[in-house]
């Protein structure tokens, strides 16, 4: 088959393992950075140039667009589809999971378990919106951050009102927590691939820290799921509409809460944590699921 990856960079660990499984399985890979692309948006033979050329025409594309990106990188993703190439996850998908308060509202509409979240736009509903998910303490998190920037955990309610009120002000969207203090810092990353979980990993946070990321410093260990944190992962993608998902989950005394679900989950930690070739159950997944028309979108929508 002929696959391109979507990425900005071929050295990033992700892209190039997925680079590497997909050549030793036989085909042939072309990474192309969307913010270099530019299209022609025409009904009848759409089309993708990079630099005065003609993208060729790919069996699959493996989408892994950065949160900054995801406006440029989901147009570019949704050319491939008109173009009648298989995406690994639909454009539509990842628009949908990128905006946490979206995700967690079609979540929530499929009973997945879930931290009590609030939402307001006008600091005077603040006190209100604090009673709504039980008061301090509390997580406020910024509706578009990664790697836990944005999150803040707020021990007090005078510290919740002051840090809402602030982002307010900078007009941010954000959403406020209840905070999991049971979870102990960890969270647990489940890979979903299709309709399995094919890799967990157990991310603990530094001492005095309560966000895991990796990038902020967690630490990535082997765990084993539990038959309902399975099927809540597994439900949880679904919802989504993605088939290649990092769902996180944060263990509650009621049972697993999913926290958020990310379309372009990291392979590193979790290839590293637990020595499972992620990547290459990612190329068996397309080899298995290509049909030229499969795309139900076809980039619309
Ligand atoms: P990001 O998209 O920036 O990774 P997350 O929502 O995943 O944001 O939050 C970052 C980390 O903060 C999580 O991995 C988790 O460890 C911690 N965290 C987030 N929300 C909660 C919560 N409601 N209760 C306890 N810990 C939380
Ligand atoms: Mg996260």
Same mark, same amino acid.
């Given at each position: 088959m002929q696959i391109a990856i979507m990425s900005r960079?071929?050295?990033?660990y992700s892209t190039s393992r997925l680079k590497e499984a997909a050549e030793a399985r036989g085909h042939e890979v072309k990474i192309i950075d969307p913010l270099k692309c530019y299209m022609n948006i025409n009904m009848n033979a759409p089309s993708i140039h990079v630099r005065g050329e003609e993208l060729p025409k790919f069996d699959a594309v493996i989408p892994r667009i950065g949160a900054s990106v995801t406006f440029y990188g989901t147009a570019v993703l949704r050319q491939f589809e008109m173009m009648g190439t298989h995406p690994l996850n639909e454009s539509v998908a990842i628009t949908r999971s990128r905006d946490k308060l979206r995700s967690l509202q079609l979540l929530s509409r499929k009973s997945i378990g879930l931290p009590v979240t609030g939402f307001a736009?006008?600091?005077?509903d603040v006190p209100d919106l604090l009673d709504m998910v039980g008061g301090a303490p509390c997580v406020i998190k910024?509706?578009?951050? /990664?790697?836990?920037?944005?999150v803040v955990l707020a021990e007090t309610r005078k510290a919740a009102e002051s840090v809402i009120e602030a982002f307010m002000g900078l007009k941010a969207n954000i959403m406020v927590q209840e905070y999991i203090a049971e979870a102990g810092g960890a969270d647990i990353r489940c890979f979903v691939i299709g309709d399995r979980v094919i890799a967990a990993m157990k991310r603990q946070a530094l001492p005095g820290e309560f966000r895991s990321n990796l990038h902020r410093g967690g630490s990535a260990s082997i765990v084993k799921l539990t038959p309902e944190e399975r099927s809540t992962a597994l439900r949880a993608a679904k919802t989504m509409g993605l088939n290649v998902a990092g769902v996180d989950i944060l263990r509650s005394k009621h049972g697993p809460l999913v926290m958020e679900v990310n379309?372009?989950?990291?392979?590193e930690g979790i290839e590293k944590a637990t020595g499972i070739d992620v990547a290459e159950k990612i190329i068996q997944f397309i080899e298995k699921n290509v049909k030229? /028309?499969?795309?139900?979108?076809k980039g619309v929508g």
């Open positions: 960079n071929r050295n990033l736009n006008q600091p005077a910024l509706l578009e951050g /990664t790697q836990g920037i944005g379309s372009s989950p990291g392979l030229p /028309t499969s795309s139900k979108t």
